[in-house]
């Protein structure tokens, strides 16, 4: 049920269009992004590992053209979410002054002068945070130095930025080829018919949000309902009770969990699901990793900000799924330079049979070579992956 309500177990197309984008966001609702390009940024992964192979211009146009699809802002974190939730989201907008990162608020709160000339700024035309500073601090009387700027350095200037973002005041209305947002307006960047959306009340907004949530999650518990858009968990409770009254969420039973948990009412309950896939390790199937471990028995974590020589799997593993269990982890890079996809290292779980993976994951890692471009596979020997590992590993 988890699986299917993520999208994952249908038949992959010759060709992935539009239409199977939106499905995908009307499923999961939100894509997490990440700047971390290892092997492809994290919010182009999820419409490959449900989909397979497409042309990941799909999405650029979703989030950038019209009719836009998506819109960027703090959803699980930073995300592409589905356009339709911005109205239950400028609750959170709204409660920037208590929820906002501190340094955020403290620009806000000590240079509100700085914050307005941003936003002037891009009411003019839409830029880049670099290009915002530059145009900040040049022209100042005196014009300060970069680190001075009378208080106001390019830091700060910045971080008046992410204010304004995160505060609603701003919106992203595109991505320059090094990845840097480009802010605008958000009447320039939503639609006209979800700027014209009433604004909901903050209890009917986390209502919207959690519903989604349970939609996307099929079989949830109050914790994993509070982080698939990182809501506070005593609205989210109140929201549960309201939800479970009017049938949409069903109190159940899940062997090994000693939680609540509760079962969205419009679940689909397949008999049997063949999904195989490798999954970025910010897929919102994984975001919770306590329900990770709970449902399927996959304790993971990224381990990318972990010292080299304390890794247990690797810099940034996928978790590989095979006929809707977590069988493998597979440390990969893409090195674009001499055409491979890098297998630095694959471990295997306790009690899963290497004979049944290797050809699946071949598959996969192949597939996944031919959607980055790159000519093919190699496989390093285990010595040069760089970790310890522990658990078995797999030649592939």
Known sequence: MALTAQGFGLRKPSTVTMRHLQSTIDQVAQFQVDSVNVVARAQYLPVFSRWGEY?????????GNAPRRLFEYWGHAASMIDVRLEPALRTRMARAEDEAWGNMRVVAQEHPELVARVLDEIAVR???ARQI???VVTGMQPEPSARDAWGWNWSQVKTATEWLFWSGQLSVAARTPSFER???LPANVLPPEVVHLPTPTPSDAVLA?????ASALAVATLGCLTDYFRLNRREVASAIAELEASGELIPVRVDGWARDVWVWHKATRPRQLAATALLSPFDSLVFERRRLRELFGFDYRIEIYVPAKKRQFGYYVYPFLMKGRFVARVDLKADRDAGFLIVRSVWLE?????EAVRDSLRLELERMAGWLGLSG????????SGVQGNGRPLKV
């Open 55 to 63: 042309d990941t211009s799909l999405l650029d146009r979703a989030v």
């Open 126 to 128: 839409p830029r880049t």
């Open 133 to 135: 500073e530059s145009a």
């Open 182 to 184: 480009l802010f605008d």
């Open 209 to 213: 949000l959690v519903r989604r949530s």
């Open 350 to 354: 306790e009690g899963i049979d290497p």
């Open 377 to 384: 596979v190699r496989v390093l020997p285990l010595s040069e």
